[in-house]
């Protein structure tokens, strides 16, 4: 069972357009939705994170999107840039509290996103 | 300063031997997790270890076995290596001691492990 559904798949942007990336998630539960980025060869990079009492946040370019009640989440990503051709992770997790703090992030399946210059 | 580091970074063994793989934090930070990111890049939490403890075991084959010497460092011993068991295995780091709690979690470059 896929908790966090990621969409799409892949995606071509030109230079300059908007990025936009779709994740839908099923347990209520979640309390923060990260994106991670990922260039070849590295490890996942947090990117921009919202918790869901707020319905939007903005970091640079980069902005979330958040619809609790459809239970969605987004990325747009402003004026992109060839820099920004890799792929991007959505996530969602619940804060588990066994006398330490744990939180075990459930992935959507990625996007690989292309910038054309 | 690398924040969460990994070794080794390319590991190639053949099915039946046993490997292990290192993880360091320099973060400060109480927990520690394994994540496996399969062929299809699919990122699935493996291990949570807060303060040396074990926390999350996701149903992850007896073969592997997680040790924390201590909050700084997570390791990862594989047994009886299967083809399967080919992926980049990914170490992560976030603050999870009561009062100095983070949901953000901090990655490792990653360990890409090829069984033959």
């Known amino acids: 069972q896929q908790q966090v559904k990621q969409s799409p798949q892949s995606l071509i942007v030109q230079k300059g357009g908007i990025s936009i990336i779709n994740c839908a998630y099923e347990n209520t539960a979640f309390d923060y939705f990260p994106w991670y980025q990922q260039f070849p060869g590295k490890g996942p990079a947090l990117l921009i994170a919202?918790?869901?009492?707020?319905s939007e946040k903005k970091e640079g370019r980069f902005t979330i999107s958040f619809n609790k009640s459809a239970k969605q989440f987004s990325l747009h990503i402003m004026d992109s840039q060839p820099g920004d051709s890799a792929t991007y992770f959505c996530a969602a997790s619940e804060l588990m509290n066994y006398g330490g703090a744990t939180n075990k992030l459930i992935f959507g399946t990625g996007t690989l996103l292309a910038v054309q210059p | 300063d690398t924040a969460v580091s990994q070794t080794p970074k390319y590991l190639v063994t053949q099915m039946g031997n046993d490997k292990s793989i290192k993880c360091e934090q320099n973060l400060g930070h109480d927990t520690m997790y394994w994540y496996k990111q399969d062929s299809k890049k699919f990122l699935k939490i493996m291990f949570s270890?807060?303060?040396?403890?074990?926390?999350i075991n996701e149903t992850v084959p007896n073969r592997f076995s997680p040790k924390s010497p201590d909050k700084a460092h997570l390791n990862l011993h594989i047994n009886s290596l299967e083809l399967g068991d080919s992926a980049v295995y990914f170490c992560a780091s976030s603050q999870g001691t009561s009062g100095r709690v983070s949901y953000e979690q901090y990655f490792g470059p990653g360990t890409r492990l090829t069984v033959t």
């Open positions: 919202i918790r869901p009492d707020v």
């Open positions: 270890y807060n303060n040396k403890e074990l926390i």
